[in-house]
């Protein structure tokens, strides 16, 4: 008895991408800004700068001591807002042609990103 798979057809576009600065909506770490270091469409995570910290155990080896150390975990992207480069404030992403190419833009301020 196969299992049958599905597959998507194509990737979602993501508002947030890397290097962008975003702020937390819910969660432990609420409130909190940083940078977003890698986004995983797939599993629409992103890992964020200083936010979603957890202890690592790690074996000792030849490179490595260690110890317990902190990391930076992955955080849903729909608990993630672009910073509107204006006000610092949470804004929602547009998509818009500029030139014959399409660009991202604040909501709040409409200003291009």
Do not use: W
């Not at 890698?38 to 202890?55: F, H, L, Y």
Request: charged residues 30%; positive net charge; contains cysteine.
């Amino acid at each position: 008895m196969a299992i049958k798979q599905t597959q998507k057809r194509f990737a979602p576009k993501l508002k947030v991408k890397k290097g962008d600065q975003v702020i937390v909506l819910s969660g432990d770490d609420k409130g909190k800004s940083g940078k977003v270091l890698t986004v995983d469409p797939g599993k629409g995570r992103a890992i964020v700068e200083g936010v979603n910290i957890v202890k690592k155990h790690t074996k000792p080896s030849n490179n490595n001591p260690g110890g317990i150390n902190e990391i930076e975990a992955p955080i849903y992207l729909c608990k993630l807002s672009l910073v509107d480069p204006k006000s610092g404030t949470p804004t929602r992403v547009g998509r818009k042609l500029v030139d014959g190419k399409l660009v991202r833009y604040s909501k709040k301020s409409g200003e291009i990103i």
